[in-house]
């Protein structure tokens, strides 16, 4: 088993006192910057409108990518962003994303077309959307619900993907604080107090698929897993590079499952210190969002949450709205065989992947 029972020492094991200290991990736009994006959306639109492609857009079937969302002062920092997310903190904030002003679709659209620079958008559904509304549409009080739908708080977990990133339209009314926490620095200090557990920890552990993937009316039925749940560790190290993939919720909800085999004492153990162990301050970074934040995070690295949130004294339609992408980025790490199922379906480094797997979609 490829294990790392020393602790990695690399920019990616911070802590929060770290970032708050060092803020190049912040890109801030200025008004150039804002303009440039501004004026590649309508270069986008153009193209598709001289290509016959409007309809494409406008019913969500096709978003930008950077030859069609040209930023050419703006682009180098992308990439230099994309290389901070795979080899420094693993986490980058951009503030100042024009978001005034615009009608959803343009958001949608400039957000998509921003994140083309750094990777390739990945499907998020079954109807392949690529570009998803994060707001509270009372799911709070059902079972199978999608953390994208409700105001509960979440749980530090990581999402299917090389990248996920989070743009805010609009704060809400009180709380929906964003946490993100280094996965590598807690399993080094983890490493050092409980090694045992950490051991256990690149173990498989039975996780169940989400539900909404057994949807029977998407257009991927021939993709959809066979199988209700999977194998997986919490931690791998392949050729030297840390990953870790992990959701407390999902682990717990396949020991509902009756063939699943139960938690073992050591299983328990070890998923409660890491429990114990995220919920230590010094690890926690939060994020207020404000309009125009767009926070990009490399799930290997790092894990992400939620703080719980009410909108129930904004004006209507004033709640809480972030947009929501799931990146594949060209210099991503390689991945044990043991990520390999649903949605990584293909481990090598740089390969596109990740986000729920869908028929090609071609345009003349």
Wanted: glycine share 6%; net charge negative; proline share 7%.
């Amino acid at each position: 088993m490829n294990v790392a029972m020393q602790p990695l020492d690399i920019p990616a094991a911070w802590d929060a006192g770290t970032l708050k200290r060092d803020a190049s991990w912040i890109v801030r736009l200025d008004d150039a910057q804002r303009a440039e994006m501004l004026a590649a959306l309508d270069y986008f639109k153009s193209d598709a409108q001289a290509r016959g492609l409007t309809a494409q857009w406008l019913h969500g079937n096709m978003t930008p990518v950077p030859e069609t969302f040209p930023l050419p002062s703006l682009a180098g920092s992308l990439r230099q962003a994309r290389i901070d997310l795979e080899d420094k903190y693993g986490l980058i904030l951009i503030r100042g994303i024009p978001v005034d002003d615009l009608a959803l679709k343009d958001i949608h659209l400039l957000y998509a077309g921003l994140s083309s620079h750094i990777g390739t958008l990945r499907p998020q559904t079954m109807f392949g959307e690529v570009v998803q509304d994060i707001r509270d549409s009372g799911q709070a009080a059902l079972r199978e619900r999608r953390g994208s739908k409700h105001n509960r708080a979440l749980s530090f977990h990581t999402d299917p993907c090389d990248v996920i990133s989070l743009l805010c339209i609009r704060p809400a009314h009180t709380g929906g604080t964003g946490l993100f926490v280094s996965s590598l620095a807690i399993h080094n200090a983890l490493l050092a107090s409980h090694p045992e557990h950490v051991r256990t920890l690149y173990e498989d552990f039975t996780n169940t698929y989400q539900d909404y993937l057994f949807v029977r009316t998407g257009s991927n039925q021939s993709l959809i897993p066979e199988r209700a749940t999977y194998a997986m560790p919490t931690f791998t190290a392949e050729q030297g590079r840390f990953a870790c993939k992990y959701s407390r919720f999902y682990i717990d909800q396949a020991q509902e499952r009756p063939e699943v085999p139960r938690l073992s004492p050591a299983q328990t153990a070890a998923l409660d210190a890491w429990e114990d162990a995220l919920q230590d301050e010094r690890w926690r970074l939060a994020i207020d969002y404000e309009p125009g934040d767009a926070v990009f995070s490399n799930n290997f690295v790092c894990l992400h949450a939620r703080s719980a949130f009410s909108d129930a004294q904004a004006e209507p339609g004033q709640g809480r709205h972030l947009l929501r992408v799931w990146l594949a980025v060209p210099n991503s790490r390689p991945l044990s065989e043991r990520y390999r199922h649903y949605f990584f379906q293909d481990t090598a480094a740089g390969a596109p992947r990740g986000g729920i797997p869908m028929p090609p979609i071609v345009y003349d």
